[in-house]
Structures are given as structure tokens and as C-alpha cells.
């Protein structure tokens, strides 16, 4: 089984520059997430996406953040302008519709992003 | 919020030795997951609990979950060097968002 797909692996972009990230989650999850790490840190939840929905993006910058699911399968993640803290690994997870007993999340590789 | 905290931080230990590591939630969690980081690496799933005072085991690796359902530790008997990592724990509440712990970063010297 193929596991969740990202790209670019890796991104160096100026302040002020943007950058957009794609995943490509398990086929067959309705659910996708999107993760940023901060090294160091535990993954913090910028958006989850139930099939085509938003579900939380509470944590999500809006201001600069843009995150799109349109067909319910692949996903982009939009950073404009970038700044010097965002610079990160950017985590694509998926998992199956939400269950009584939670969910298993797959992880991407990532996306290392580095602000200069 | 919520806020799940995890301790220690770090942790270096001699191989053989044992290792356990915390985690704490402000809020009555629905169930608990376990993921281990590798350097460079992405957080790979280890196990869920979702029982009050439910133990697993996975070989060496003994998780816990708290009676109260707001505490859980993962306890590695006789590490080996492959157990290097970070080790997360990722609480899910009422909202069934998963919220995870600041992770304990295991060195494990030969």
C-alpha cells in the first residue's frame, strides 16, 4: 500500500517569498491533516479536512495560510508571505473516516521549509 | 484548550537500561496514541489505548494508560540502540482532535 506522498521534500525560500506544498494522502482516507514541526516540537495541527470540508483549522495562520482540498483527495498547502518562523517541516498526514475509538494517523515524509 | 505534556525532554540512557517516558493531558482524553520519530524521520504510529488502565505490550515496550484517562507512559525494558528517537504521546479529547505532546528525544549509548 502506498503511503502518503509530499512534495517538494525540500524548499528554501526569502522572507516574503511563497511557497505551496502538495500531499497526496492513502487512497481511500477521507480524512487529511495537515502538521507543521518546528524542531524540537511535537506536530501541531494547522487543518484537518474531512473529504472536501474543513473540519478544525483553528490553529492555521489565515492571515498568510491557505490550505485546499477541492476534489477530496489531494491537498495543497499555501505559506504567503513567508516569514523567518515559519521555517519547519510540514507534515501531510491521512486516516480513514473518524471511528468511536479514534483515528490511526499516516504521516508523509514531510516538507522542510527554511525561511532566510 | 487542550495541552498534553510529556517528560522528560531528553533522555540518555546506556544500552540495556531501561527507559520510561510521561505524558500528562490537562482535559479527560477518549483515547491515547503512541508515535516514535526517527532523526530526519516522520512520526511513524506505535499503538492507541483507549481503555481506562488499559496495559499493552508491544515486545519490550510496556504502554499504560491512566485510570483517570489523563495520564499515560510508555516504558522500554533493556533498550537497544535501534530505540533511538522521539517518542510522542497524542491525546484525542472530546473534539477527536489529536493534540500531541512536546515528545522525549531517547539517546541510547552503546
Known amino acids: 500500500e502506498a503511503g502518503v506522498a509530499q512534495s517538494p521534500r525540500y524548499k528554501i525560500i526569502e522572507k516574503r517569498q511563497s511557497v505551496a506544498f502538495w500531499c497526496n494522502p492513502i487512497s481511500g482516507h477521507a480524512t487529511l491533516y495537515w502538521y507543521q514541526q518546528i524542531l524540537g516540537q511535537g506536530p501541531k495541527l494547522l487543518i484537518q479536512?474531512?473529504?472536501?470540508?474543513?473540519?478544525?483549522d483553528s490553529q492555521l495562520p489565515k492571515d498568510r495560510f491557505s490550505a485546499e482540498r477541492l476534489k477530496g483527495v489531494d491537498s495543497t498547502l499555501k505559506i504567503q508571505p513567508a516569514k523567518l518562523e515559519d521555517s519547519a517541516v510540514y507534515l501531510c498526514?491521512?486516516?480513514?473516516?473518524?471511528?468511536?475509538?479514534?483515528?490511526?494517523?499516516?504521516f508523509g515524509e514531510g516538507s522542510w521549509l527554511t525561511v532566510v | 484548550g487542550q495541552q498534553v505534556m510529556q517528560i522528560p525532554q531528553y533522555q540518555h540512557v546506556q544500552e540495556g537500561e531501561d527507559f520510561t517516558t510521561y505524558c500528562n493531558s490537562s482535559?479527560?482524553?477518549?483515547?491515547i496514541q503512541w508515535y516514535k520519530q526517527r532523526p530526519g524521520g516522520h512520526p511513524v504510529f506505535l499503538i492507541q489505548?483507549?481503555?481506562?488502565?488499559e496495559v499493552k505490550k508491544q515486545k519490550r515496550l510496556t504502554f499504560q494508560f491512566g485510570e483517570a484517562k489523563k495520564n499515560s507512559s510508555l516504558h522500554i525494558t533493556a533498550t537497544q540502540t535501534t530505540d533511538v528517537g522521539t517518542y510522542f504521546c497524542?491525546?484525542?479529547?472530546?473534539?477527536?482532535?489529536?493534540?500531541f505532546g512536546s515528545g522525549t528525544q531517547l539517546t541510547v549509548l552503546p
Open positions: 489505548l483507549v481503555k481506562s488502565g
Open positions: 479536512f474531512q473529504n472536501n470540508g474543513v473540519v478544525d
Open positions: 497524542a491525546g484525542s479529547g472530546s473534539a477527536r482532535q489529536l493534540t
Open positions: 482535559t479527560t482524553l477518549s483515547n
Open positions: 498526514a491521512s486516516s480513514l473516516e473518524r471511528t468511536r475509538s479514534g483515528n490511526t494517523i499516516y
